[in-house]
């Protein structure tokens, strides 16, 4: 999904044109707040408007809610990928490796809320391996 986001705004930056896009998955807002976290210069003349229920006006989320969404979706992303290479290496990373995989997952887990956080604590135990699984005392 990030790269569908990714090809339609290099395609409206290179066509000079306004590309409005509308859904309801939430997959699709996730990826657009990946891709403004991932590479911030590519969606800096991005906005994403949402609809409240009961309301006319459309709420345009702010660069601070555009850092959150997505972030629960990374965090997994970049867990499953440390808890790989973790056990494709025979469960040890070179120190470096495992400092940039613990700041990358401090700054998602810092983005996510409360429930967010107590979801992903209960999704990481019940990951297969103990040793493949991100320490969280390593990223906080």
Do not use: K
């Amino acid at each position: 999904m990030q790269r569908l986001w990714r090809w339609l705004i290099n395609y409206a930056v290179e066509s000079n044109t306004q590309i409005f896009a509308t859904t309801h998955s939430s997959d699709c807002v996730n990826a657009l707040g990946w891709l403004h976290r991932s590479e911030p210069a590519l969606t800096e003349s991005t906005a994403l408007f949402r609809l409240e229920p009961g309301q006319v006006a459309a709420t345009r989320y702010t660069s601070d809610e555009l850092q959150v969404i997505g972030a629960a979706q990374r965090y997994r992303e970049l867990s499953r990928d440390l808890m790989l290479r973790r056990e494709l290496r025979g469960g040890d990373l070179s120190p470096a490796q495992e400092a940039q995989s613990a700041a990358e997952l401090n700054h998602c887990w810092t983005a996510l809320t409360d429930e967010e956080q107590n979801a992903m604590e209960q999704w990481l135990g019940t990951q297969a391996s103990p040793n493949a699984a991100p320490q969280r005392s390593a990223v906080e």
